[in-house]
């Protein structure tokens, strides 16, 4: 069994009025490589006529973002003419490359409405080889998503990409990495094996589960040694794991900001390549 090295728990870090919550990177843990970065927003309940997300344009390259819409909506729109609103159980990946503008709001809708809103955002690193590829976006719904029964029922893997027992995920990736949201019953248990060789990205959202004997409570990353390969997961009450592997860069990481490069030139560059328009224009 793969051995627990560290339980790192989210750090509270509100932005405007949008409850969040971060595990990575804090204080006790830069990235697990080539996972970089998480926040988790919500749960919480906006009242009708709202102002939504607070994500205005901004710039991102070298990088990924895959947005995990859980409650709620979000509205992507970008420099490279993608548009699309997400609604609950839907999934956004952006690969960011070379460089993009974008905007994650909420719908026209939401803002009228309110109601439950809970998201979360994961960085991933892009390989150096990549990190100025031609810029992608693709939104899915919740519909478009593999979801797999396990365990009678009490365990549904949403297959975001990767590979699980033959099947395919949602989202063809740049690196070969394994993304899934699952969802638990009380009792629900789940088995898997995952190469040594592989980091292991663990975020509890919900519930409370016990991973190879010890108990983890919500809003709690795990950190594994990359010693054995089996994971022992079962559900104590009703629970909600975002569940990845890949394999690591083993590449230097420069991130500042949107940036994430491998040298402090090329995070300069990035900057003087946002500033000179070579991102796309914005159009409102």
């Given at each position: 069994m793969?051995?627990?090295?560290k339980i790192?728990?989210a750090?509270?870090r509100p932005?405007?009025?949008?409850?969040?919550?971060?595990?990575?990177?804090?204080?006790?843990?830069?990235?697990?490589?080539?996972?970089?970065?998480?926040?988790h927003?919500?749960?919480?309940?906006?009242?009708?006529?709202?102002?939504?997300?607070?994500?205005?344009p901004h710039?991102?390259?070298?990088?990924?973002?895959?947005t995990?819409?859980l409650?709620?909506?979000?509205?992507?729109?970008?420099?490279?003419?993608?548009?699309?609103?997400?609604?609950?159980?839907?999934v956004?990946?952006?690969?960011?490359?070379?460089?993009?503008?974008?905007?994650?709001?909420?719908?026209?809708d939401?803002?009228?409405?309110?109601?439950?809103?809970?998201?979360?955002?994961?960085?991933?690193?892009?390989?150096?080889?990549?990190?100025?590829?031609?810029?992608?976006y693709?939104?899915?719904?919740?519909?478009?998503?593999?979801?797999?029964?396990?365990?009678?029922?009490?365990?549904?893997?949403?297959?975001?990409?990767?590979?699980?027992?033959?099947?395919?995920?949602?989202?063809?990736?740049?690196?070969?990495?394994?993304?899934?949201?699952?969802?638990?019953?009380?009792?629900?248990?789940?088995?898997?094996?995952?190469?040594?060789e592989?980091?292991?990205?663990?975020?509890?959202?919900?519930?409370?589960l016990t991973?190879?004997?010890?108990?983890?409570?919500?809003?709690?990353?795990?950190?594994f040694?990359?010693?054995?390969?089996?994971l022992?997961?079962?559900?104590s009450?009703?629970?909600?794991?975002?569940?990845?592997?890949?394999?690591?860069?083993n590449?230097?990481?420069?991130?500042?900001?949107?940036?994430?490069?491998?040298?402090?030139a090329?995070?300069?560059?990035?900057?003087?390549?946002?500033?000179?328009?070579k991102f796309?224009?914005?159009?409102?």
């Amino acid at each position: 069994m793969r051995t627990i090295k560290k339980i790192h728990t989210a750090e509270y870090r509100p932005i405007a009025d949008l409850v969040t919550y971060s595990p990575l990177p804090t204080r006790s843990l830069q990235m697990i490589d080539p996972f970089l970065f998480l926040n988790h927003h919500g749960h919480q309940v906006y009242k009708p006529k709202n102002n939504g997300l607070p994500f205005g344009p901004h710039p991102h390259r070298g990088m990924e973002t895959v947005t995990f819409i859980l409650e709620g909506d979000i509205m992507h729109k970008d420099s490279g003419g993608h548009e699309s609103v997400i609604t609950a159980g839907g999934v956004q990946y952006m690969t960011a490359g070379r460089g993009l503008i974008h905007a994650e709001v909420s719908s026209s809708d939401f803002k009228q409405t309110g109601g439950p809103l809970e998201i979360l955002q994961l960085w991933l690193n892009l390989p150096a080889k990549h990190k100025m590829m031609e810029p992608q976006y693709k939104g899915l719904q919740k519909e478009d998503i593999p979801a797999i029964s396990l365990e009678e029922g009490k365990v549904t893997v949403n297959l975001v990409s990767g590979e699980w027992n033959g099947q395919k995920g949602a989202f063809d990736t740049v690196s070969d990495v394994l993304l899934s949201t699952v969802y638990f019953q009380a009792g629900g248990q789940l088995n898997v094996t995952v190469p040594a060789e592989r980091n292991i990205f663990f975020y509890i959202i919900k519930g409370t589960l016990t991973v190879n004997g010890q108990d983890v409570p919500f809003r709690n990353l795990v950190e594994f040694n990359n010693d054995g390969e089996e994971l022992q997961v079962t559900a104590s009450e009703e629970s909600i794991l975002l569940f990845g592997h890949a394999m690591p860069f083993n590449e230097p990481v420069v991130a500042q900001g949107p940036f994430v490069m491998n040298t402090e030139a090329e995070i300069y560059q990035a900057y003087q390549d946002y500033q000179q328009g070579k991102f796309g224009e914005w159009r409102h």
